[in-house]
């Protein structure tokens, strides 16, 4: 697969040379070679990945450093590159004319969520990872995708039962997982918490929900 730096943006191709688009967000860590690997990862399962680069190259391997990466970051310029980002992943000639996908990490996860909701003609399907959001969703169209820790300090017990709620009351397509044993980043194969047989099983679940949401690009 090809793999190219568009801008301040992580961009993954498939072989083939277009499909479907995912919009990658990453948690605060910043866009560090974890999420560079999982846009390749989906370019290999045939979807056009791009992950822009949310907090301007920073990239932290500590808990200190990344809230203070997130404290010093511009909630409005982080809401503007992000939807930028989409018109980007959105007008490429290697994505087809119809809504994408997102997917989030914590941070991005909140991000994602948002997006959903404010941009509803361009996200056709969202999966999140360890994070919530608590909007207003009545205008979104997305189908919901959710994974959760079960130990979680960042994304407690009640925060996820109001936002599947939510989804759910706005006659949304949604589908929560919680995964016993496991803590926030589990995922991340960069994270102490990371847990191989959870993470697995939620990458198998997250590409069933894309492949359904977002058919395959016609030969």
């Given at each position: 697969?090809?793999?190219?730096?568009?801008?301040?943006?992580?961009?993954?191709?498939?072989?083939?040379?277009?499909?479907?688009?995912?919009?990658?967000?990453?948690?605060?860590?910043?866009?560090?070679?974890?999420?560079?690997?999982?846009?390749?990862?989906?370019?290999?399962?045939?979807?056009?990945?791009?992950?822009?680069?949310?907090?301007?190259?920073?990239?932290?391997?500590?808990?200190?450093?990344?809230?203070?990466?997130?404290?010093?970051?511009?909630?409005?310029?982080?809401?503007?590159?992000?939807?930028?980002?989409?018109?980007?992943?959105?007008?490429?000639?290697?994505?087809?004319?119809?809504?994408?996908?997102?997917?989030?990490?914590?941070?991005?996860?909140?991000?994602?969520?948002?997006?959903?909701?404010?941009?509803?003609?361009?996200?056709?399907?969202?999966?999140?990872?360890?994070?919530?959001?608590?909007?207003?969703?009545?205008?979104?169209?997305?189908?919901?995708?959710?994974?959760?820790?079960?130990?979680?300090?960042?994304?407690?017990?009640?925060?996820?039962?109001?936002?599947?709620?939510?989804?759910?009351?706005?006659?949304?397509?949604?589908?929560?997982?919680?995964?016993?044993?496991t803590q926030h980043w589990f995922f991340?194969?960069?994270?102490?918490?990371?847990?191989?047989?959870?993470?697995?099983?939620?990458?198998?679940?997250?590409?069933?929900?894309?492949?359904?949401?977002?058919?395959?690009?016609?030969?």
């Open positions: 697969m090809d793999r190219e730096h568009a801008g301040t943006a992580y961009l993954a191709i498939p072989e083939r040379g277009d499909g479907p688009g995912i919009l990658v967000l990453h948690a605060w860590w910043g866009l560090n070679q974890f999420f560079k690997a999982t846009c390749d990862r989906l370019a290999a399962e045939g979807f056009v990945a791009l992950a822009p680069d949310l907090l301007g190259g920073q990239v932290a391997t500590s808990i200190e450093e990344a809230e203070a990466q997130l404290a010093g970051a511009d909630a409005d310029g982080l809401a503007h590159l992000t939807r930028s980002s989409l018109r980007t992943l959105r007008d490429m000639p290697l994505t087809p004319d119809r809504p994408v996908g997102v997917l989030g990490f914590s941070m991005g996860a909140s991000m994602a969520l948002w997006l959903s909701a404010r941009a509803p003609e361009d996200v056709i399907a969202t999966a999140v990872f360890y994070g919530a959001q608590d909007i207003d969703f009545s205008g979104a169209r997305s189908a919901y995708l959710g994974h959760f820790a079960e130990t979680d300090p960042y994304v407690d017990d009640d925060s996820v039962a109001l936002l599947e709620a939510e989804l759910h009351l706005d006659e949304l397509e949604v589908t929560f997982h919680r995964y016993p044993g991340e194969d960069d994270r102490p918490e990371h847990d191989a047989a959870a993470a697995q099983l939620a990458w198998d679940r997250t590409l069933a929900f894309f492949r359904e949401q977002l058919p395959a690009v016609e030969a």
